[in-house]
């Protein structure tokens, strides 16, 4: 009994930091953004999303008094806030990136508010709960949007390669420590993660970014010039 709460909190712990690595993996896509002095055809909506997903996790961490969630949270919404804010600073497209960030902040307070007027804790807990599913699913398939753009040049450059893989590892770690505690809101997303970062890892393979084409062409590379 004792060795198994001890992997437990140390899964708990692992997750928490290799999930706040996940989010700072957002600065690399950043500091590409801020050298090219562009954005690219790169979407912000990642960035705006993952602030979403933080928000709804960190009130479903405070109703299933599941305080790791909330600390890693805590710290992703601010990180995706920093993010979406260098976005806004250089993209060209201003006005549609303040429009998508208005209606993910009012979609935020709104479902937060809704959720706080439901008298049963149980009931309340399990509709954030299916929020916080559904938002999830959304930030692991929001680089998707590029997905035809990507198959129709064969270029995967507008993808976040960064932020993909340590999606990847980290609803892993996370789809265990649901199975354990026997938290289906935790290990839905995180299966569902698992399948769409691999899809988006594949495009990866079958058209890696013209940039870094050639022989001499690793993943590895990918990870830290992007």
């Not at 002095?37 to 999303?49: A, L, Q």
């Not at 929020?131 to 990507?150: D, G, K, Q």
């Given at each position: 009994?004792?060795?198994?709460?001890?992997?437990?909190?140390?899964?708990?712990?692992?997750?928490?930091i290799t999930t706040i690595l996940q989010y700072l993996s957002g600065a690399l896509i950043c500091l590409k953004y801020v050298?090219?002095?562009?954005?690219?055809?790169?979407?912000?909506?990642?960035?705006?999303?993952?602030?979403?997903?933080c928000g709804y996790w960190i009130h479903y961490g405070f109703l299933s008094?599941?305080?790791?969630?909330?600390?890693?949270?805590i710290v992703g919404i601010c990180l995706f806030f920093i993010y979406t804010l260098i976005y806004?600073?250089?993209?060209?497209?201003?006005?549609?990136?303040?429009k998508q960030f208005l209606f993910i902040v009012m979609a935020l307070f709104g479902i937060i508010l809704y959720d706080n007027s439901l008298m049963d804790t149980q009931q309340s807990q399990k509709f954030m709960g299916i929020?916080?599913?559904?938002?999830?699913?959304?930030?692991?398939?929001?680089?998707?949007?590029?997905?035809?753009?990507?198959i129709r040049i064969k270029n995967s450059e507008s993808l976040p390669f960064p932020m993909i893989i340590m999606s990847f590892l980290v609803s892993i770690q996370w789809l265990v420590y649901g199975i354990i505690i026997s938290d289906t809101f935790i290990q839905?997303?995180?299966?569902?993660?698992c399948i769409l970062s691999m899809l988006q890892l594949c495009l990866f393979v079958c058209y890696p970014p013209k940039s870094f084409n050639g022989q001499g062409y690793k993943l590895v590379e990918q990870s830290v010039v992007f």
């Open positions: 009994m004792h060795n198994a709460q001890g992997f437990i909190s140390l899964l708990e712990i692992t997750a928490v050298k090219k002095k562009s954005t690219g055809d790169s979407s912000g909506f990642p960035f705006i999303c993952g602030f979403l997903s008094s599941e305080h790791s969630v909330v600390l890693v949270n806004y600073v250089i993209t060209v497209n201003k006005k549609s990136h303040v929020v916080c599913c559904i938002v999830t699913v959304c930030f692991f398939a929001a680089p998707l949007i590029n997905l035809l753009h990507v839905l997303p995180n299966f569902l993660g």
